[in-house]
């Protein structure tokens, strides 16, 4: 399509008739300038051109209604509603080739006011001849195939639109959307929506069978398995860019915190090991005093009733040797003992009764009887474990312990003068805020890896779900298609759905290899910093952007500036169009209000030119200047000003584009 000319009739500021050529001379002279300040009628040139060839359908209406007549009467112009007019009309013509012929269209539609409300009358010309109503309702709803409003919409590069995608992250999502519709995948998606209505028709009306059935569930939970995957990769990313930044801003902290502390930085750490040793030190004091406090420390203080316990445990020994001895050495054991001497000797001069008490008693007699009552009777292990004890008291050097305890103290006095030397060394340098916030950041980081990892484990989780859903979705259907119904409408629905899915991911990966290839090269020929992306990706799923330097290391896209953004956008929606092959006008509408100069003059000298047969340029005096105007006017072949006249509300048009040489002297 190839606009030609555009007719204003009482439309916004554009009171009376007014006429517009917008024919260009491809391809050296492919551009239509417009100027105009602000409220001039740039929006409602663009405006009218979407109404012109949409209608209703414009403000996304089926067909006319209240509604879009309120839009339509906001339109009108208003001096001429109040001087009564009854004839609003915009004319749009344009050529389109069609079978291999180039046909010229008009696209008229008029409004009447009926008791104050618009009325539209819509006709169609074609190579100079008016449609029957059949005809003009055929061509309109091709027209809306082949140029869907969201595609016409894509052509319409609104600066405001455009910086509003960059400042809001939403990149990825109007590449997703823009994809679509350029590269027809909507039609698929369209076609498969299709599928999964009458399937799940069937499904309602009961006529699948269980194994149809069960795949129709299994198809649901697919979808919405791979739905919940393709959230945690989002979420995933999410955290990985914001890994990314925290990584930088805790490396450019560092970095300041070491180029502002010099030498006292390095004072900082020796006086922070030194407070470490002596925490280490006071450490394996204070365990050797909590093990004697709670061991030997109550042995200690009663030491002397030890010592008379061991005296005591002694005593018994001697008085239980005496007492078994007493036991064991009875008159009758003596008596048997003397005959058993007596026998191997003979006789002998006393009574053998008088030999073996006499013998009895010289033996007790070698063991004293103890003056005492027995207390402990104690065991040979309690004897040792007493025993044990006495001897390590007798070791026992208690000022060691005491030295130890002064010791302990001494060492926290100086841990708490060299805290109060690195915390005066801190705020007297201000590493306190940047400590504070590098312990932040870290907590940071620590959370999101804690939340990354919960994230893997889940996806881990529902791709292993996914895997086993999509086996037992291709038992059912192996089983269905052994059985009767194997030819029947369920499984062709089904074999179509897949086919289209498959084509489509296939075709979308194809085109995005394509549009990165092309993206890249309009990138480094538009941005001030030559070479600076060596390669451009894009993801098929997400359609995430990734940049990648000369070194391949990933440039940030955050690290980029609100015009590099807008750039990098222009680039690869450019490049979806080339890819695409679809031949539109393109209309810039204030596109380069945020741009420096740099980068203004690549947009007018390299990708303005390379935007196919015809572009349209809404400018104010302040984004194309006199230097830029210089740049673009080999490429223009009309231009124009609009210039509202305040007092009559009112436009005039100049076929010229700003006049600098009166505004300089006005300025002068």
Known sequence: MQLRKVIFHNIGAYKGTHEIILTVKPPEQNVILFGGKNGSGKTTFLTSIRIALFGAFAYRYASENENYYKQIYSLLNKA??????????????????????????????????????????????????????????????????????????????????????????????????????????????????????YIKFSQEEKQLTQDEEDIFFLDKRIIEIENEINKIKSNEASIHNTLKDFDDRSSNLKKQFDINGGLLKEERDTLQANVNEIESERKVNADKLKEFVSTLLPFYLTKDLMFSVKGQIELESSWELREKLEGTLTDKKMNELINNIVSMHGNISETQGQVAQKLRHNILDLFPVPDLNPIHRASFAQKSDVQSIVNTLNRIDIQHYVRMIEGNQQLLEQAKELRQKINLNDQTHAFKDIISEIEDITKEISNLQVNLEELKTKEEELNLNLENTKKLRKQKKDRLQEGEKAKGSFIIANKIKELSSQFRIQQQKKKLQDVQIEATKMLNALMRKKAYVSSLVIDSNTFEVTLYSQSKEEILKDRLSSGEKEILLLSIVWAMFKCSRIRLPFIFDTLLGRLDKTHKQTVLSTLIPACGDQVIILSTDSEIDQFHYDIIKPHISNEYTLDFITSEERVEIHNKYFDFKQQEVIQQ
């Open 80 to 197: 001429a509603v109040k001087e009564g007019t009854n004839l609003f009309q915009i004319i749009l013509e344009f050529s389109e080739t069609e079978n291999y012929k180039r046909n010229e269209y008009k696209f008229i539609r008029r409004w009447k006011l009926s008791n104050g409300q618009p009325k539209e009358q819509f006709s169609i010309m074609r190579n100079g001849g008016y449609l029957n109503e059949s005809e003009k309702e055929n061509y309109h709803s091709h027209l809306k195939e082949t140029i869907p409003l969201e595609l016409f919409n894509m052509c319409l590069f609104d600066g405001e639109e455009l910086s509003r995608i960059v400042n809001d992250n939403r990149l990825s999502e109007y590449l997703n959307s823009a994809g679509k519709v350029l590269f027809n995948l909507h039609l698929f998606e369209s076609l498969e929506s299709d599928l999964s209505q």
